[in-house]
T-cell receptor
């Protein structure tokens, strides 16, 4: 079945440091890929998405590129802020015809803590 | 767009009692999903509706769980004879679904259930 593997956290960075959170996936067909973020005390929010190979999703300075050859969707940000402290979830929805197109499969989440 | 709302936000119950949660999706969204999230894990898919039809149920959804979406608007998730293992955050999401599962799911704040 579909699965998502994320790097374990917590990740602790100083403000303005470069961020990478690794995400790899296993899926049949051509899944769509997502990054969701969960700030303390809040619900899941979509951060960015990519729906086909080589697409780059971007939002709020975060970027991720859909790499089909390496089955990866790593999240990057060039300069993190304290306000980026949150839990980040990589997720996929299955490709057309796979029967899993409408549900999200999540990774376990990576907690990011940014300090001054 | 008032977002996805869930009630109650918190529920404490004793083992063996029944509980019911409600989800109100974004008004024009035809798809509604339920997920369960335990501490330190990513959300896991439970079930989803397209309009009033329940189209998929996870193996996680034991026969003690039942979900409805009458008239294709709000949805309820009922757990009968709760067990301590049911303690989790129950998340609802909605989307405007077409084909292929590429649409964005918007999440509510969740209902945190504690079974004593």
């Amino acid at each position: 079945g579909d699965s998502v593997t994320q790097m374990e956290g917590p990740v602790t960075l100083s403000e303005e440091a470069f961020l990478t959170i690794n995400c790899t996936y296993t899926a049949t067909g051509y899944p769509s890929l997502f990054w969701y973020v969960q700030y303390p005390g809040e619900g899941l929010q979509l951060l960015l998405k990519a729906t086909k190979a080589d697409d780059k999703g971007s939002n709020k300075g975060f970027e991720a590129t859909y790499r089909k050859e390496t089955t990866s969707f790593h999240l990057e940000k060039g300069s993190v802020q304290v306000s980026d402290s949150a839990v980040y979830f990589c997720a996929l929805s299955g490709g057309v015809g796979t029967g899993t197109a409408s549900k999200l499969t999540f990774g376990t989440g990576t907690r990011l803590q940014v300090t001054l | 767009d008032t977002g996805v709302s869930q009630n109650p936000r918190h529920k404490i119950t004793k083992r063996g009692q029944n509980v019911t949660f409600r989800c109100d999706p974004i008004s024009e969204h035809n798809r509604l999903y339920w997920y369960r999230q335990t501490l330190g894990q990513g959300p896991e898919f439970l079930t989803y509706f397209q309009n009033e039809a329940q189209l998929e149920k996870s193996r996680l959804l034991s026969d003690r769980f039942s979900a409805e979406r009458p008239k294709g608007s709000f949805s309820t998730l009922e757990i009968q004879r709760t067990e301590q293992g049911d303690s989790a955050m129950y998340l609802c999401a909605s989307s405007l679904g077409g084909t292929g599962g590429r649409e964005t799911q918007y999440f509510g704040p969740g209902t945190r259930l504690l079974v004593l």
